[in-house]
């Protein structure tokens, strides 16, 4: 009978190890969530239809936890670079009920319509949202991006 004792607790252990290795690799691995219907695209016309625009990171990759710069693309509907624009930055994380952990701002006129935004940092994994207001000689009008880690 002791035998039996001995290879049930031996049984349990294992499983127990097993399961904290398994909670262990979920928990340090990267998730992504699923957000059906969430609009991740990198170009839109803005709310009022004023311009388009197309926002991407300067260096290529989204990167969680450093600093970064991003850029900012502004085009009239019929095609010309938005130049003396005045943009506001804001966002956070919907989800989350909590703003951005840096204060973006547009930093450089680069030409041909775009903007660098420095200062932006994605603390952890999920939906940001970005907001931008854009003031410029055709209006102002708002534009939001979703960026998903």
């Known amino acids: 009978m002791a035998l039996l004792w001995r290879y ?23 998730h992504a969530p699923q957000l059906a219907g969430t609009d991740i695209s990198r170009s839109k016309t803005t709310a009022h239809g ?7 990171p300067e260096k ?21 670079p938005v130049q003396g624009a005045a943009i506001s930055v804001s966002g956070g994380m919907p989800q989350h009920n909590h703003g951005l952990p840096t204060s973006p701002q547009a930093t450089d006129y680069l030409g041909d319509g775009r903007y660098r935004i420095e200062g932006l940092k994605f603390t952890m994994s999920g939906l940001w949202q970005l907001h931008f207001a854009i003031s410029a ?9 979703n960026v998903l880690l």
């Open 8 to 30: 049930v607790l031996a049984g349990l252990g294992l499983a127990a190890l097993l399961a904290g290795i398994l909670s262990v690799v979920y928990l340090t691995t990267r």
């Open 50 to 56: 004023l311009f388009v625009a197309s926002f991407e």
């Open 60 to 80: 290529g990759a989204i990167r969680q936890g450093e600093l970064q710069s991003w850029l900012l693309t502004l085009k009239t509907v019929a095609g010309t």
């Open 137 to 145: 000689a055709a209006g102002s009008d708002t534009v939001v991006f």
